[in-house]
């Protein structure tokens, strides 16, 4: 048997070498029906834009997809079936009076379609009434009535297309209950379609229901979790409005919470009507040239006052996790952490941690309080650090406490502010290669303010971070006072779905009467995958016997270009400079320019970097992996 293919089918000819042929046989080869290949299709547009063509040939390639499993009395019926299906999909693009001929034939190869389309005149839309009941059709909300208006999607005088259609149904609803509006819906939806004129009139009444302030916030499903701490995370002020996104916010914050696995938000909707499963939005996905849903207007006040339900699961009481890691500086790294929630029967969390690579040893032990009434979350700790890079070996014993609260955005802002402020004690054991070793007993305070606009707090594709820190210490017996600021910033840009270009930087300056006695994390180092590529971690600083040590002055600026290919997998471009001095006039940029890898994997991202150190003229690889247990 020879099987040949032609235009995305098969045909089978069989050639049997001249014999008799047993009279059964014969017999069962005639009395077989012929089967119907796949038809060749050849369209003739007519003029059709892209779009429509596409949905034409679409519906047309779903119907001779049938023609393998029919045979040939079926063939008449399949043909009808592909014109009306051509004709359904011209309508869903906005031609209702199109004329469709289908001309079925055979060639060498076998049957074909050839199909002719005479387009008509494309609809286009003549009118749109967008009418709202309910509370947003009162004078309060008039300017939001008359935007939504305004942002309407199939605008008058655009061509008529149903997949448009149903997507401005769903944006409007959606802009109208994500705030104040949660139980919005669509009543009445048609679009009248006057084929003879090319004329549709589209028509949408949307009743908001009644506003909705929020009260408080009700809790379910607390076992070993004392009362009061879901209230610590959703911090609701009694008369606030309804606003989705503070929704989600406060959803993601409690299932980040170390008390909760899970968690569910959402307004008490009991007596509410309609229910969310009841939700008359959009309408079926066929389109007639009248297509009218009407359904019955909320009846019931304007306002109303709800609580806040919230669905938990409580975490497990004990957890240890492993993460296993390398990159070019540290090689591998192992770390072990244990946490353990609610102790001794208070809201804290209990957590302790080992981390062990080539340049650290490092092992902590801190309490973390849930937030308070204010919003601010407290953490006290203590911490044993055995460092050495570039030279620089560095044993600290320390204990301190941070204070921590994040400022919710208002209302149409994305903006959001948060505060750090923080108190040490430390003692310092400090060996400079090749020069002198000494030891240190300090006391510091640290404030940062951050700003932050970006619309993705974990994975940030446009807007900007801003944070402003500084910093004031002393030798415990007052033989060396210093002080810090420091100023960062970072801006995403995506010029398309794929790409992303990030530009960063940061500037700071040290005040020191002995800039040799400061603490290793006060003064300014830099270098390495995370500042200037192309350089040795931590490798840019004042070079102090073999050692390199933090200096008075730093300035880092980076820009970087990313494409993804796809949801894994991209690569990026980059230039980074800048360097540490004893004073900005002094400082000669050191920069670096190189290509890397992207990739995101189940075990973490993974961040592979070639640069070239213009100043060193060297290059150097970077590379960062963690994988968590």
């Not at 589209?202 to 379910?220: M, N």
């Not at 304007?302 to 500086?329: C, K, Q």
């Not at 300056?509 to 830099?526: C, E, G, K, M, S």
């Not at 600083?541 to 894994?568: C, H, K, P, Q, W």
Request: with cysteine.
């Amino acid at each position: 048997m020879l099987l040949r293919s032609t235009a995305g089918r098969a045909r089978s000819v069989l050639t049997l070498a001249w014999r008799p042929l047993a009279p059964a046989l014969l017999c069962a080869l005639l009395a077989r029906p012929a089967l119907a290949a796949r038809p060749e299709i050849t369209i003739d547009p007519g003029g059709l834009p892209a779009s429509a063509l596409q949905a034409v040939r679409q519906a047309v390639d779903s119907m001779a997809a049938m023609a393998d499993d029919q045979d040939g009395g079926e063939s008449i019926r399949l043909r009808r079936r592909a014109s009306e299906a051509a004709l359904t999909a011209l309508a869903t693009e906005g031609y209702f009076s199109a004329q469709v001929d289908l001309e079925a034939g055979t060639d060498v190869a076998g049957a074909t379609w050839d199909i002719t389309i005479v387009p008509g005149e494309r609809t286009v839309i003549e009118t749109v009434d967008i009418s709202f009941l309910g509370t947003i059709a009162g004078p309060e909300y008039a300017a939001r009535a008359t935007q939504l208006r305004r942002d309407w999607g199939l605008k008058e005088g655009s061509p008529f297309r149903n997949e448009e259609w149903e997507t401005a149904k769903r944006n409007l609803l959606d802009e109208v209950s994500e705030r104040d509006f949660p139980v919005a819906r669509l009543v009445d939806t048609a679009a009248d379609v006057d084929a003879d004129r090319a004329r549709a009139t589209l028509r949408v009444k949307l009743d908001s229901g009644p506003a909705v302030r929020l009260s408080g916030v009700e809790v379910r499903g607390l076992k070993r979790v004392p009362a009061g701490v879901v209230e610590r995370y959703v911090r609701i002020r009694p008369g606030e409005p309804y606003d989705r996104d503070r929704m989600v916010e406060w959803q993601q914050t409690l299932q980040s919470a170390p008390f909760f696995s899970g968690a569910k938000l959402d307004i008490d909707r009991s007596g509410l009507s309609p229910s969310p499963d009841e939700d008359p939005a959009l309408l079926p996905e066929g389109l007639e040239q009248d297509q009218t849903r009407t359904e019955q207007a909320y009846q019931g006040p304007s306002y109303l006052t709800l609580p806040v339900l919230a669905d938990v699961i409580e975490s497990r009481p004990r957890r240890m996790s492993v993460a296993l890691g390398i990159d070019d500086e540290a090689g591998p790294r192992i770390e072990t952490i244990y946490r353990q929630n609610v102790v001794m029967g208070q809201p804290v969390e209990l957590e302790a941690g080992l981390r062990l690579d080539r340049l650290r040893k490092l092992g902590y032990a801190d309490i973390h309080l849930a937030p308070n009434e204010n919003g601010f979350r407290d953490s006290f700790g203590v911490l044993a650090q055995d460092s050495d890079v570039q030279g620089l070996h560095v044993k600290r014993l320390a204990i301190g406490a941070i204070r921590a609260k994040t400022y919710p955005r208002g209302l149409n802002s994305r903006v959001e502010y948060e505060t750090r402020y923080g108190a040490r004690l430390s003692h310092e054991a400090t060996d400079v290669e090749g020069f002198d070793s000494f030891t240190t007993n300090t006391a510091t305070a640290t404030a940062e303010i951050i700003r932050r606009d970006v619309n993705d707090k974990y994975d940030p594709r446009e807007g900007t971070l801003l944070a402003l820190g500084g910093g004031v210490g002393t030798e415990l017996d007052a033989s060396n006072r210093f002080s810090r600021v420091s100023v960062r910033g970072q801006y995403w840009w995506s010029p398309s779905k794929r790409d992303v270009i990030t530009v960063r930087g940061e500037v700071g300056r040290l005040w020191a009467q002995d800039i040799n006695q400061v603490p290793d994390d006060f003064a300014f180092r830099t270098g390495g995958a995370r500042s200037i590529r192309g350089y040795r971690y931590l490798g840019l600083g004042r070079e102090v016997g073999n050692a390199i040590m933090g200096d008075a002055v730093l300035f880092v600026a980076s820009v970087e270009g990313t494409r993804y290919f796809d949801e894994r997998f991209g690569a990026a471009l980059f230039v980074d400079t800048g360097n540490v001095a004893s004073s900005f006039n002094e400082m000669k940029l050191a920069t670096g320019v190189g290509a890397g890898l992207r990739v995101r994997t189940p075990a973490g991202p993974l961040s592979v970097d070639l640069a070239y150190a213009v100043r060193d003229k060297n290059i150097r690889l970077h590379f960062s992996l963690g994988i968590a247990f």
